[in-house]
């Protein structure tokens, strides 16, 4: 039987929790769905990403109320991708800021990766005709931008630690607090999406960095908050070895001639029993595998997804 387009089936509603890690630092969990925070200034807030449209945003704003008025005054955005941006237009920010090639990767495949997230998964485009259009940012920096929190809030430190996730990946690092924003760059007992990824660079070099800061709690892209050390390197070291081993098996498949389905199958079985109940496993693998094989055959930059797209590598992969 062919397994449902990747996350089309998934429309049971999830439960988000509204967790307040330190003073006036709050992150909102869902099950697996996408993270989403803020951090208090003195007198404003710092938003960090803002859910797939409007509609979603303003619910998860009406949540924040409840525990400050301040104005958002920076809404931040790890990076490209249309679940995690184009709810922006409720936030109503002063400054929209993002890395560099972000902004770059927006004008370069913002319309199609629209189009084919909300087709992957439309449970979370709710009331998708309330998005006004691509989400462009307007301050962006190469390698780390610092925010003054303003009294005693201390400040927030944006940086990119080299590719990941995709090519403009950023975290949000609070010094004073210990505590990380970090974006896709990890996911706390949730499956990765790595379509758009440098997948040996974010093994390496970029989950070092990440690691390197020593955080205390860790907000990652989806899955619960990470709290103490040990939640912390855990999630990051599950991050990183779900990697390795798609690096390792479509490697050998590869190595030895073989194809993208079997790459495919040889990942699948490799990973299945430790990640397959974790959120949208399923759904990001054939995804994964295809950025993969490419990117190990030499395609330095990922292919555009486009719905089309989409839809022939689930048949190729995922369909029996």
């Not at 109503?92 to 189009?115: K, M, N, P, S, Y």
Request: charged residues 25%.
């Amino acid at each position: 039987m062919a397994k449902p387009f990747a996350s089309s089936a998934d429309t049971a509603a999830k439960e988000q929790t509204l967790e307040v890690l330190a003073d006036g630092v709050y992150a909102l969990t869902a099950e697996g769905d996408p993270n989403i925070g803020a951090i208090e200034g003195e007198d404003f807030l710092v938003c960090f990403e803002a859910l797939a449209t409007p509609v979603a945003a303003r619910k998860w704003l009406e949540r924040l109320r409840e525990h400050t008025r301040k104005p958002a005054r920076y809404l931040v955005l790890s990076h490209y991708h249309a679940v995690r941006v184009l709810g922006a237009s409720a936030f109503d920010a002063e400054t929209i800021v993002a890395h560099e090639t972000t902004a770059a990767l927006v004008a370069e495949r913002g319309l199609e990766d629209w189009e084919s997230e909300f087709a992957r998964m439309p449970r979370l485009a709710e009331s998708a005709d309330s998005v006004p259009g691509l989400t462009w940012p307007t301050l962006t920096f190469a390698d780390r931008l610092t925010i003054d929190l303003g009294g005693d809030r201390g400040e927030l430190v944006l940086a990119h630690h080299g590719r990941g996730h995709t090519e403009g990946d950023i975290t949000a690092w609070l010094p004073r607090q210990r505590i990380l924003f970090a974006g896709d760059l990890v996911e706390a007992q949730a499956a990765l999406y790595t379509g758009d990824a440098f997948h040996r660079e974010w093994a390496a070099g970029t989950l070092d960095a990440v690691a390197a800061l020593g955080a205390e709690q860790l907000v990652g892209g989806r899955g619960a908050v990470s709290r103490g050390r040990s939640e912390v390197d855990a999630a990051i070291a599950q991050t990183r070895h779900f990697l390795q081993v798609m690096i390792d098996e479509v490697g050998a498949v590869q190595r030895r001639g073989g194809t993208l389905r079997q790459a495919f199958e040889a990942t699948h079985a490799a990973l299945v029993d430790d990640y397959g109940h974790w959120p949208i496993f399923e759904h990001c693998l054939p995804f994964d595998v295809s950025r993969l094989w490419d990117e190990l055959a030499g395609i330095e930059r990922p292919v555009i997804w486009t719905a089309e797209r989409d839809r022939e590598v689930w048949a190729q992969l995922q369909e029996s």
